[in-house]
């Protein structure tokens, strides 16, 4: 027991390690909070119309469309496997494009909504 405490501090001493030197302008607790804040605001004007947006919600407006929350619980589903999600089309909407700042905050804000 005690060993294994030991063992998973010294996995986020090294992640922290990794994360300060790799990307020193991003992904900061306070950055990912107001990334996620907008992103949540982006979401409430231009896709809650369709989708569940919030983590308590279960069920889209538009049946059809994705929860949110429901994409953030997919197994293996990260800030990168976001981004690729929210670059996919919608084939109902072929021009509705997100622009690339967007994705970038709703990523970050629907990886808070995985619990
Ligand atoms: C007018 C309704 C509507 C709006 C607004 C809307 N969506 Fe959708 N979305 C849908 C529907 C319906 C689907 C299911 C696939 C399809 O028919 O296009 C979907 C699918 C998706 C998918 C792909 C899911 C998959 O696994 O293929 C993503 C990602 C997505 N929406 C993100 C967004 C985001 C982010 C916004 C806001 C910026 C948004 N949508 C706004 C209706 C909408």
């Known amino acids: 027991m005690k060993a294994k405490r030991v063992s998973i501090s010294g996995a986020l001493a ?10 020193p302008e991003r992904s900061t607790e306070p950055e990912l909070a107001r990334q996620a804040a907008r992103g949540q605001a ?30 953030a619980r997919l197994p293996g589903m990260n800030r990168r496997a976001l981004d690729v999600w929210l ?11 997100i622009p690339p700042e967007q994705i970038e905050e709703l990523s970050a804000y629907i990886s808070t909504l995985e619990d």
């Open 14 to 23: 090294a992640l922290f390690a990794l994360t300060a030197c790799t990307t």
């Open 42 to 71: 982006y979401a409430i004007q231009n896709c809650a119309s369709c989708h569940a947006i919030e983590a308590y919600e279960e069920a889209s407006p538009n049946p059809d469309a994705p929860a949110f929350a429901e994409a």
């Open 87 to 97: 670059h996919t089309s919608h084939p109902s909407m072929p021009n509705f494009i």
